[in-house]
């Protein structure tokens, strides 16, 4: 995990210093928290376009749960990072990349459970309440 974590912070830090020397060579000369604004907006705006078909093409299909389960995984791989850094800073563990992975594997293990349980719920339901059911919009995967 530590050097994962470096080999990202290089990349970072390299790609830091050459926008930095870009910056310094033009007459706008922005400051660092502009750089930063343009920085981060430009690559939150490249994630979007290719997430945003990936979500529409799921939602026209019906795949509400799989979408609800992407956003909370990343959430969750956000949260264990955080977590593995709060360890080293603090010194109160060891930063591990296994124990990110072992949190990822519990939520989709806790994911497919909730997703099975949605499909009975929802087949369930179907057989009382009529033609909604199993496979329907609202319990599709």
């Keep these: 995990m530590k050097e994962m974590l470096r080999q ?5 830090n390299f790609s830091h210093d050459e926008i930095s020397e870009i910056n310094e060579g033009t007459n706008l000369a922005f400051s660092d928290k502009i750089l930063h604004l343009i920085v981060i907006g430009i690559l939150g705006l490249l ?5 945003y078909p990936v979500v529409k093409w ?3 299909k019906g ?3 799989a979408i609800t389960g992407i956003y909370a995984a990343s959430l ?5 990072v955080a977590i593995e850094v709060g360890q080293k800073v603090t010194h109160k563990g060891a930063m591990e990349l296994g124990d990110v992975v072992y949190g990822l594997i519990g939520f989709l ?6 997703a099975v349980a949605v499909k009975a719920v929802g087949h369930f339901k179907s ?7 199993f496979g ?4 599709t995967l």
């Design 47 to 51: 994630m979007l376009i290719v997430i």
């Design 109 to 114: 293990i806790f994911f497919g459970v909730f």
């Design 8 to 12: 990202v912070a290089d990349l970072i």
């Design 76 to 80: 969750v791989v956000f949260l264990t």
């Design 63 to 65: 795949y509400i749960l």
């Design 127 to 133: 057989r009382s309440s009529g033609p909604k059911g």
């Design 58 to 60: 799921l939602s026209k």
């Design 136 to 139: 329907h919009r609202s319990d």
